[in-house]
């Protein structure tokens, strides 16, 4: 497990470090298999997307759970206390999404 730090931009952005590019939080992270969770202070959140998305079983609110999940995720993120993005991506092999089919 690592640890990436985030960048906050002027406009409100928040990027990371992924494989030597410049990732944006709230549109490659919080989709992103490897996304651990984040650091606020000492203690780290889990990816509430990826939470949701692991531990649903459909139905007619799983659009608006998953909406929330991010919208939690982002609200995360702009707490002036998050340092840095935990990222399981030991192997250095990037983004890969969530919704991957295998």
């Known amino acids: 497990m690592k640890s990436l730090p985030l960048d906050r931009k002027q406009s409100g952005k928040a990027t990371v470090i992924c494989c030597g590019k410049e990732v ?3 549109s490659t992270c919080v989709f992103c298999s490897k996304c651990a ?3 606020v ?3 780290v959140t889990p990816n509430p997307y990826a939470q949701t998305l692991r531990g ?3 139905g007619m609110t799983y659009d608006e759970s998953l909406m929330e999940s991010m919208a939690m995720f982002n609200t995360v993120i702009e707490d002036k206390n998050a340092t840095d993005i ?3 991506d030991d192997e250095g092999t990037g983004y890969l999404p969530l ?3 295998r």
Do not use: D, L, P
């Open 24 to 26: 944006s939080v709230h």
């Open 37 to 39: 969770g984040i650091r």
């Open 41 to 43: 202070n000492r203690r």
């Open 56 to 58: 649903s079983k459909g």
């Open 86 to 88: 935990e990222c399981a």
């Open 99 to 101: 919704t991957r089919r």
